[in-house]
Nanobody
Framework: QVQLVESGGGSVQAGGSLRLSCAASGGTFSSYTMGWFRQAPGKEREFVAAIRWSTSRTSYTDSVKGRFTISRDNAKNTVYLQMNSLKPEDTAVYYC????????????????????WGPGTQVTVSS
């Protein structure tokens, strides 16, 4: 079972930047598709971004395209989410997640794709 721990969250003013990191341990990181989701108070958890293990192809939800970048460093067992031009509506708890079972028939945008989750890190963007 892989363990995931997020870091890098915090409070920032609108227009600012943050970089989230997610360190993985206990598994074969390079073979996992990795994702970031977020959950705002009173809302469902929603997909933010994903990076596939085989091609490093990335996917983003429309609201963050052009502002957020997901990347991975397999040598460090770490996935990153660079967040620029932050908006108040980006405020949420951000979760790192891993697909360790290669569930390629399930969309990367679905929580059902993933089987390991980190505890989350809070991102707060003030106007």
């Amino acid at each position: 079972q892989v363990q995931l721990v997020e870091s890098g969250g915090g409070s920032v003013q609108a227009g600012g930047s943050l970089r989230l990191s997610c360190a993985a341990s206990g598994g074969t990181f390079s073979s996992y598709t990795m994702g970031w989701f977020r959950q705002a108070p009173g809302k469902e958890r929603e997909f933010v971004a994903a990076i596939r293990w085989s091609t490093s192809r990335t996917s983003y939800t429309d609201s963050v395209k052009g502002r957020f970048t997901i990347s991975r460093d397999n040598a460090k067992n770490t996935v990153y989410l660079q967040m620029n031009s932050l908006k108040p509506e980006d405020t949420a708890v951000y979760y790192c997640t891993a697909d360790t079972r290669a569930q390629i028939l399930v969309a990367v945008t679905s929580t059902s794709r993933y089987d390991s989750w980190g505890p989350g890190t809070q991102v707060t963007v003030s106007s």
